[in-house]
């Protein structure tokens, strides 16, 4: 069982504290949802889970091991990162942007071999690019591009999954879609955190949560735990209307829109 341990982590930039005494811990199996506003250093934790950025107090620990001092070849190969920024334009095409993808899977000589070719098509189908596989990431749209993001991370095969906003510039149906092959890979024994600002979707799929605000986390637990008006309120600033749903374990929460006052 893979084990990601975020231990009494601290992380400074620039002489500010950016995060703050963290702690959480993710198995293989399960899928855990980090929320919290804007600035509260969602991104900043994600990094530091895929041994991007190295804490300034704390540890990172994948099955017991510090996370920023394994080789980079076995940290590819068992850890990935999907960005925020998603995928950058360049010469290469979806398919060679994947099978490049696969280089932790090589060996000594970096050449894609069948077993990568094979990854390669089942991911194009997987996440339906497979008309799109010979087009550069220039050439598509925001959402297919998003999409490919999501392929590149997973084409690797990785035990980690850290995803920061999958389901961003996605319609509503490949926003489900998404979460919901999120969840499929986690009930296959991967380990998947997701950064979403989407409580709702997210928490449908998600087996525990846990809130940032400025930097510390405000609240973990069950997404019941979590998913709750009080709390979201005291997060997020802003008032919350709760519905609940036959069959759903927590009530859904929406953010009262700001209503305009009626014309006379």
Known sequence: ?????????????????????????????TLTVIAGPNGAGKSTLLKLCAGLLRPSTGEVLLDGAQLASLPS????????????????????????????????HQGFWPFATQQ???????????????????RKPSELSGGERQ????????????????????????DVAHQVTTFRRLRDLAD?????????????????????????????VAVAGTPAEVLRQDVLERCFGVEFTEWKLAGLPFPLQLPLPPFRAARH
């Open 147 to 170: 999409r490919l993001a999501l392929a590149l991370a997973m084409v690797r095969d990785p035990e980690v999954l850290l995803l920061d906003e999958p389901a961003a510039a996605l």
């Open 73 to 104: 070849r076995e940290r590819a190969r068992r850890v990935a990162h999907l960005a925020q920024s998603g995928v950058t334009t360049g010469p290469f095409t979806v398919r060679e942007l994947l099978l490049q993808q696969r280089y932790a």
């Open 1 to 29: 069982m893979t084990e990601l341990r975020v231990a009494d982590v601290g992380f400074d930039r620039d002489g500010r504290t950016v995060l703050a005494g963290v702690e959480c811990v993710a198995r293989s199996g």
């Open 116 to 134: 990568d070719e094979i990854a390669c098509e089942g991911m194009l189908r997987e996440a339906e690019l497979g008309k799109l596989a010979d």
């Open 188 to 216: 296959r024994g991967k380990t998947v955190v997701v950064v979403s600002h989407d409580l709702n979707l997210a928490a449908a799929v998600a087996d525990a949560m846990l809130i940032l605000v400025a930097g510390r």
